[in-house]
């Protein structure tokens, strides 16, 4: 069972097009994040969400606490935007003795043609 | 800001052979993580440290995995005896508080491939 789902795995984009990752979760949360990961290089945290929407550049995360999803959108969308993208969620914060493991997509991997 | 520092990038090794891997977090950040990732797979978590002290280790593999952060800054993580299947990209990363709302910063991660 995975608590965390994205869609979809794989994604091939023609330079400048608009790009949409979701992400589904089945858990209750008290945030979202949105992390980039190279190949070869380590992860980026994009955004951090509780609710609402956030906007940085090009990209826009979207989350719908009601229907537990996001959205990651990719406006003009450019070769150097090829990468792997992961959702993770934290759940509602637990007591301070089990920690607050945070449970991660598998990931949506993103290629971006000139 | 320096970001997160692991070492080393990369290590091959031989099964039944001994690893160990070292992170620097944030300056600042009390909490750290180690993460597993597979190939294909998003990260999985290790072990957790608030400071010094373990908060998570579930899912850590306690017959040749172990961990510590005696001074409750760097972290070392051994695996011994290595198996085929821990070859993987063992992710650090450090936060400046123990809650889901906290950024994590990610280190670059240490590729190790076990033959």
Same mark, same amino acid.
């Given at each position: 069972?995975?608590?965390?789902?994205?869609?979809?795995?794989?994604?091939?984009?023609?330079?400048?097009?608009?790009?949409? @990752?979701?992400?589904?979760?089945?858990?209750?949360?008290?945030?979202?994040?949105?992390?980039?990961?190279?190949?070869?290089?380590?992860?980026?945290?994009?955004?951090?969400?509780?609710?609402?929407?956030?906007?940085?550049?090009?990209? @826009?995360?979207?989350?719908? @606490?009601?229907?537990?999803?996001?959205?990651l959108h990719?406006?003009?969308?450019?070769?150097?935007?090829?990468?792997?993208?992961?959702?993770?969620?934290?759940?509602?914060?637990?007591?301070?003795?089990?920690?607050?493991?945070?449970?991660?997509?598998?990931?949506?991997?993103?290629?971006?043609?000139? | 800001?320096?970001?997160?520092?692991?070492?080393?990038?990369?290590?091959?090794?031989?099964?039944?052979?001994?690893?160990?891997?070292?992170?620097?977090?944030?300056?600042?950040?009390?909490?750290?993580?180690?993460?597993?990732?597979?190939?294909?797979?998003?990260?999985?978590?290790?072990?957790?440290?608030?400071?010094?002290?373990?908060?998570?280790?579930?899912?850590?593999?306690?017959?040749?995995?172990?961990?510590?952060?005696?001074?409750?800054?760097?972290?070392?993580?051994?695996?011994?005896?290595?198996?085929?299947?821990d070859s993987?990209?063992?992710?650090?990363?450090?936060?400046?508080?123990?809650?889901?709302?906290?950024?994590?910063?990610?280190?670059?991660?240490?590729?190790?491939?076990?033959?």
């Amino acid at each position: 069972k995975n608590e965390v789902e994205q869609s979809p795995q794989n994604l091939t984009a023609q330079e400048g097009e608009f790009i949409t @990752i979701n992400c589904s979760y089945s858990v209750g949360i008290s945030a979202l994040h949105w992390l980039q990961q190279h190949p070869g290089g380590g992860i980026v945290s994009l955004f951090m969400l509780s609710s609402g929407k956030k906007k940085h550049g090009r990209l @826009i995360a979207t989350i719908n @606490i009601q229907e537990k999803h996001s959205s990651l959108h990719i406006t003009a969308s450019h070769p150097r935007d090829s990468a792997v993208y992961i959702c993770a969620v934290g759940p509602t914060y637990l007591p301070w003795n089990t920690g607050n493991q945070f449970y991660f997509g598998t990931g949506t991997s993103l290629t971006v043609i000139p | 800001e320096a970001g997160v520092a692991q070492s080393p990038r990369y290590k091959i090794i031989e099964k039944r052979q001994s690893v160990a891997f070292w992170c620097n977090p944030i300056s600042g950040h009390a909490t750290l993580y180690w993460y597993q990732q597979i190939l294909g797979q998003g990260p999985k978590l290790l072990i957790q440290f608030q400071n010094n002290g373990v908060v998570d280790d579930s899912q850590l593999p306690k017959d040749r995995f172990s961990a510590e952060r005696l001074k409750g800054v760097d972290s070392t993580l051994k695996i011994q005896p290595a198996k085929l299947e821990d070859s993987a990209v063992y992710l650090c990363a450090s936060s400046f508080r123990d809650k889901p709302q906290e950024t994590q910063y990610f280190g670059p991660g240490t590729r190790l491939l076990v033959l």
